[in-house]
């Protein structure tokens, strides 16, 4: 069963950008990416005095795919001009109670929501930093041909 995230308006204002870091709360270890639809041309990362962390020729691929993040659930990750999409696929719908997320990041948008109850509810200064945890996915169900 294939599961489509809800649409949401995204603001196109870049000075209200958002730097999130996704963790997977009791997930499988060793998690490994597996990169879907190689396209041409590569990356380079060059930066730094350490000449070990450098990479050379990292290849560019359409979607990113980590199987069994958890038992029965994968995440396809894929990148556009809109955004990013994170697409979880269930082998059963049962199995969409074992997403958990951790996201943290930092953010200088004045429009970014709180919810009721937060410990700050505004922007403090020029940006803040924000924790979510969630405990299950919002989701519809793809239709299936």
């Known amino acids: 069963m294939e599961l489509e995230p809800i649409d949401e308006t995204v603001p196109e204002n870049p000075r209200n950008g958002v730097a999130l870091e996704l963790s997977f709360i009791n997930a499988n270890t060793g998690l490994t990416p597996e990169g879907v639809s190689q396209q041409s041309g590569y990356h380079h990362y060059l930066k730094g005095k350490d000449s070990s962390k450098r990479r050379n020729g990292v290849p560019h691929y359409k979607e990113l795919r980590y199987p069994a993040v958890w038992e029965g659930v994968d995440l396809e990750l894929s990148a556009s001009l ?64």
């Open 82 to 145: 809109n955004g990013m999409k994170m697409n979880w696929v269930l082998n059963e719908p049962s199995r969409v109670s074992s997403i958990r997320l951790h996201w943290a990041g930092l953010t200088s948008s004045t429009e970014f929501p709180a919810t009721p109850g937060a410990y700050q509810t505004s922007l403090n200064g020029t940006s803040d930093a924000f924790v979510i945890k969630t405990g299950f996915a919002f989701y519809r169900q793809a239709s299936v041909e």
